[in-house]
Nanobody, 122 residues
């Protein structure tokens, strides 16, 4: 069993910063790619950023230069540092990860966190 737990969301003024964290726990053998997605009310869930096990990153055009994704493999945790936040960034943010469990080491399954609310408003 694998669980991803997110933290760090909240209310912030435009131009402010937040750091989201997502820690994976359970019968983990290894973690491949990890990422962050977001979903605003009435809209589709969209990719924000991803990071591979080797540290290669990819960002949505809307957040390039403002957001930074990173990971701590020793803590099975992925982070999203969000700077220069805009009202358009308001959404529920979800982390995900491709994980090989102790029971299924030959294949990665995608797991999702429960989501954390980020609200950017003055």
């Amino acid at each position: 069993q694998v669980q991803l737990v997110e933290s760090g969301g909240g209310l912030v003024q435009p131009g402010g910063s937040l750091r989201l964290s997502c820690a994976a726990s359970g019968s983990i053998f290894s973690i491949n790619a990890m990422g962050w997605y977001r979903q605003a009310p009435g809209k589709q869930r969209e990719l924000v950023a991803t990071i591979t096990s080797g540290g290669s990153t990819n960002y949505a055009d809307s957040v390039k230069g403002r957001f930074t994704i990173s990971r701590d493999n020793g803590k099975n945790t992925v982070y999203l540092q969000m700077n220069s936040l805009k009202p358009e960034d308001t959404a529920v943010y979800y982390c995900n990860a491709g994980i090989r469990t102790i029971q299924t080491v030959g294949v990665s399954y995608v797991y999702w966190g429960q989501g954390t609310q980020v609200t950017v408003s003055s």
